[in-house]
């Protein structure tokens, strides 16, 4: 396919820059010029596509995802993990990296009062892409599904308690039968650590709580539900991508 170029841009010397923007549902890429050398002609040119057209070619391993039948697909692995059993790493809510210590003394927006960033202030309620987790390790689709996702998983899927491979955990069957397992991976603080249940980070804060705590799918054995939890502590990700 063939573009229009503006007048003196279209040289056998100009090298070209990819970048690519998000908005309202439409991924543009654009390229620009960024420096000369020896190549063939290159032509400058803005295309447009749906961007959820596109993103499912853009997953390399179609073994690392699975399609439930539902508005987004899910990993079948925690981040971190290697294994659909595999508990992976910790995040507290809005960190990238993990950790083994979670306590609000060593949480990324501590000041002392209120949390410096998705506060009463900023009145942000989810997560930006650079604060996503899941963006930041295995990049763009991938990210931490919404409450909202979460919430489509927990009401439109079978639930059940099981044990794969020595892990207890949930097997969920999407609506197209396709399934996924869910260890029970438990959480972390500064004091403790529970392996026998599960809390698993949405990227919607609880405006409920003066923004203090997080949305999570929590499960003890076959008792699942959203609940809250405080954003210091270290949950397991399950990315998404739409």
């Given at each position: 396919?063939?573009?229009q170029?503006?007048?003196?841009?279209?040289?056998?010397?100009?090298?070209?820059?990819?970048?690519?923007?998000?908005?309202?549902?439409?991924?543009?890429?654009?390229?620009?010029?960024?420096?000369?050398c020896?190549?063939?002609?290159?032509?400058?040119?803005?295309?447009?596509?749906?961007?959820?057209?596109?993103?499912?070619?853009?997953?390399?391993?179609?073994?690392?995802?699975?399609?439930?039948?539902l508005?987004?697909?899910?990993?079948?692995?925690?981040?971190?993990?290697?294994?659909?059993?595999?508990?992976?790493?910790?995040?507290?809510?809005g960190?990238?990296?993990?950790?083994?210590?979670?306590?609000d003394?060593?949480?990324?927006?501590?000041?002392?009062?209120?949390?410096?960033?998705?506060?009463?202030?900023?009145?942000?309620?989810?997560?930006?892409?650079?604060?996503d987790?899941?963006?930041?390790?295995?990049?763009?689709?991938?990210?931490?599904?919404?409450?909202?996702?979460?919430?489509?998983?927990?009401?439109?899927?079978?639930w059940?308690?099981?044990?794969?491979n020595g892990?207890?955990?949930?097997?969920?069957?999407?609506?197209?039968?396709?399934?996924?397992?869910?260890?029970?991976?438990?959480?972390?603080?500064?004091?403790?650590?529970?392996?026998?249940?599960?809390?698993?980070?949405?990227?919607?804060?609880?405006p409920?709580?003066l923004?203090?705590?997080?949305?999570?799918?929590?499960?003890?054995?076959?008792?699942?539900?959203?609940?809250?939890?405080?954003?210091?502590?270290?949950?397991?990700?399950?990315p998404?991508?739409?």
């Open positions: 396919m063939r573009y170029t503006p007048s003196g841009l279209c040289s056998p010397n100009n090298r070209f820059f990819v970048w690519f923007v998000q908005k309202n549902g439409w991924f543009t890429h654009k390229v620009a010029i960024l420096l000369t020896a190549t063939a002609a290159y032509y400058l040119c803005v295309v447009t596509k749906k961007y959820s057209d596109m993103t499912e070619d853009m997953i390399a391993d179609k073994s690392s995802y699975v399609d439930l039948g508005s987004v697909k899910w990993a079948t692995c925690n981040l971190g993990a290697n294994a659909p059993e595999e508990f992976g790493d910790y995040y507290a809510w960190e990238t990296r993990p950790k083994e210590t979670f306590a003394e060593n949480y990324k927006y501590e000041t002392g009062m209120f949390y410096s960033k998705y506060n009463l202030m900023d009145r942000l309620i989810t997560l930006e892409p650079h604060d987790a899941a963006v930041v390790a295995r990049a763009y689709p991938w990210r931490i599904p919404t409450v909202f996702e979460m919430s489509e998983l927990l009401f439109n899927c079978k059940e308690w099981t044990t794969l892990v207890k955990g949930n097997k969920v069957t999407g609506p197209n039968g396709n399934s996924l397992f869910l260890p029970a991976a438990g959480f972390r603080t500064d004091k403790f650590f529970d392996d026998k249940s599960a809390n698993y980070l949405t990227s919607t804060v609880n409920g709580y923004f203090s705590y997080a949305y999570t799918l929590g499960f003890w054995d076959e008792h699942t539900h959203i609940t809250s939890q405080p954003r210091s502590y270290g949950f397991s990700v399950r998404v991508f739409k």
